[in-house]
Structure formats: structure tokens, C-alpha cells
């Protein structure tokens, strides 16, 4: 059976409430692929459905961290720290390397073979920039409307060789 599979057997236990067979088949898929970020923060629900935070809060952020722009994981994570009675805002520091990686991913996207690809580079780069940080998302469009942003492209040794800029 494909991991799909598995998921979509697990998820049909969960939506009916057989929590021990869908427990046992996202713990299957773990055991296959230990980041799988559905398996991850679904086993967390279920583990949160049983009253164990404290098993539910890691499996969650695995599955934040894994894939940090999934939105219903991070509010399933908020929804289990708010059950601890936790107030916890996240800082962006914490977010730096993911904010990193996101980054670079989508600039290698636009970025091959010593080409270019100019049309949406800095629109990709500061959506990308954006996913991490809400403050980041009001206070960078202030009027008029758009960033400041600049990328500079580098070569394997990284020496700048091109320099893209929005004021």
C-alpha cells in the first residue's frame, strides 16, 4: 500500500473516531518516513483528542517544522499550547533558518543554469519572506504598496554577479 494510501485508511479511522487503528497506521507511516509532515501532525490530534499534551506539542512541531507553511498545523499546535494554558508567542528568531530555506529554495527556483529568471524573482522572494512573520506581512506594505527589496545573485564562488533591486 502507498504511503497515500495508508494516510487515506488512517484519515477515514480518525473522521469516524478509531483513534487506536489510525494511530497505528500513522505510526506505520512514520516508521517508513519519519517526516512525514501529515503523519506527524495528524498522530498529534489524535494524541491531543486523548488528553496527551504532552505527547501531542512534539509531534506537532515536527510537523511545523517540516512544512512550516501549512496553516492548520501551526493552529492545531496553537489550539494544543492554549490547552496547557501556555501563552506562547513565537519569535522570529526562531524562524531565521526556515525563513533561510525558503528562500533560497524559491531564488533556485528563478535561478538555473547561470539564467535568470527576472519576471516574479523579488515577488516570489518576499511571499516566501512573508510566510513566517505577520509582522512582517503588515509592516513591510506600508505606502506604496511594495517593499524595499534587494537580491544579490551570487556565483558558486560566492562573488555577486548580479544585483536586483525594488525601492
Do not use: W
Not at 479511522?13 to 487503528?21: T, V
Not at 504532552?54 to 496553537?78: F, G
Not at 503588515?138 to 545573485?153: E, F, K, N, S
Request: charged content about 25%; proline content about 5%.
Amino acid at each position: 500500500m502507498s504511503v497515500q494510501n495508508a494516510l487515506d485508511q488512517a484519515l477515514r479511522h480518525h473522521q469516524r473516531g478509531e483513534l487506536d487503528a489510525a494511530e497505528s497506521i500513522y505510526r506505520q507511516i512514520l516508521a517508513q518516513s519519519p517526516r512525514h509532515p501529515d503523519a506527524l501532525h495528524l498522530l498529534g490530534c489524535v494524541e491531543l483528542a486523548r488528553g496527551h499534551r504532552d505527547r501531542a506539542i512534539p509531534l506537532m512541531e515536527r510537523a511545523v517544522a517540516v512544512a512550516p507553511r501549512i496553516p492548520l498545523y501551526r493552529e492545531n499546535l496553537a489550539e494544543a499550547y492554549y490547552r496547557t494554558r501556555a501563552n506562547l508567542i513565537v519569535g522570529t528568531t526562531n524562524n531565521y533558518a526556515p525563513i533561510t530555506m525558503s528562500l533560497k529554495q524559491a531564488a533556485q527556483k528563478l535561478i538555473t543554469g547561470g539564467r535568470v529568471i527576472e519576471d516574479g524573482l523579488l515577488n516570489r522572494i518576499e511571499m516566501a519572506f512573508r510566510l513566517y512573520d505577520p509582522c512582517f506581512s503588515c509592516a513591510t506594505h506600508a505606502l506604496p504598496g511594495r517593499m524595499p527589496l534587494t537580491v544579490d545573485i551570487r556565483n558558486a564562488r560566492g562573488e555577486i554577479v548580479r544585483t536586483l533591486q525594488r525601492d
